[in-house]
């Protein structure tokens, strides 16, 4: 504060702003107890505090750094996870002590809210009294950890916080039993919608030669209205691998193993293919609107009397966003 001229601008002494400096952190350690619980940190009547200045505090002290969550996400928050806040902090260029509060924060929310009932997003929002776009990230944090997606692997390097947590908000949207959907009332909004990923399994109809064929056909018609000869050749050459990456994916969600390595057959199976065949992001954003577009145009399908369309779009919707999310270029 000196260096940034506050005492010229205030004309205090030195000495008097070191203890100044000095009660704020004694006023803070006193505080800092009542925020491990927020709600009762705001009906408090001991230290006089605006109501404003109590929400910037809350605001403040539960904020964090992405870069720290990245490092941390997909691990078991206990004290080996703990021990290696060191490397993190190293990585992550952020001071070891703010790396062991956004931890012991992680932790704490998630213990607090993994098995509540009702909202995630509310549960954390209602809980810590944090604004709506902080408790949307702890909520993905807490599915994320939750599901223990695994975030680590080396072709998942250079995916971003946001990245994960984009994924992970669309999932408690529409395939967690917190979707519309889903129509048990005895999970958690942290589980999976076992009645949807069971559903999954009827998908696999669309891997038969005769309809992957008719699929593919409807589709690359449909994508020669709006892309270069160049692009729909390299899709239609493609066209199996992708479509069995999709299809697979979804048959496979009912085990615990696929589902946990769902980010990693994302980028292993579509979007390294796609990065091969060099297509931009306009380009996989256009094949996937048609490629589900295109199973409501199938004769086969109709004729099947198969009701999997509500079901399909129910993947497909999430796993587009998520695709094009992850998607980096």
């Keep these: 504060m000196k ?9 205090i002494p030195l000495e008097v702003l070191k203890s100044d400096i000095h009660n704020h952190f004694k006023l803070f350690d006193m505080l800092e107890p009542l925020l491990q619980q927020p709600p009762r940190f705001e009906k408090q009547l001991k230290f006089q505090i605006l109501p404003e200045m109590q929400r910037m505090i809350i605001e403040n002290y539960y904020k964090f750094d ?28 952020v001071n ?4 062991r509060r956004q931890f012991e924060n992680m932790k704490h929310v998630f213990k607090a809210v993994e098995e509540m009932r009702g909202s995630l997003e509310q549960n954390v929002q209602q ?26 692997k080396k072709k998942l390097a250079y995916l971003e916080f946001d990245d994960f947590a984009h994924c992970a908000n669309l999932m408690i949207t529409n395939w967690s039993c917190a979707s519309a959907d889903c129509q048990r009332e005895d999970m958690l909004d942290v589980d999976f919608d076992r009645d949807f990923l069971q559903d999954l399994k009827d998908l696999k109809i669309l891997l038969d030669r005769d309809l992957i064929d008719e699929h593919k056909g409807i589709t690359c018609r449909n994508l020669k209205a709006r892309l270069s ?20 994916i979804a048959c496979n969600l009912i085990h615990s193993k ?9 980028v292993e ?25 295109a199973v409501k145009s199938m004769e086969l399908i109709k004729r099947s009397n198969l009701q999997i369309y509500g079901t399909w779009d129910r993947y497909m919707n999430t ?11």
């Design 258 to 266: 696929e589902l946990r390595d769902l980010f990693v057959d994302l």
């Design 66 to 93: 992405d870069c720290v969550i990245r490092e941390i996400l997909g691990k078991k928050l206990s004290s080996k996870t703990r021990k290696e806040l060191d490397d993190v902090s190293e990585r992550s260029r």
């Design 127 to 152: 809980s810590f009294l944090l604004p709506i776009e902080l408790a949307r990230k702890y909520a993905a944090v807490v599915f994320i950890t939750s599901n223990r997606f695994e975030t680590g």
């Design 3 to 11: 260096k940034r001229g506050v005492m010229e601008e205030t004309g």
């Design 229 to 248: 000869e160049k692009v729909c050749n390299d899709l239609q050459a493609n066209f199996k691998t992708l479509s069995r990456s999709l299809v697979n």
């Design 96 to 99: 070891l002590k703010s790396c």
């Design 319 to 329: 796993v587009s966003s998520c695709l094009l999310q992850l998607y980096h270029i």
């Design 269 to 293: 199976t579509f979007i390294e293919t796609c990065r091969g065949a060099r297509l931009c992001y306009d380009d996989v954003r256009c094949f996937l609107e048609e490629y589900q577009q």
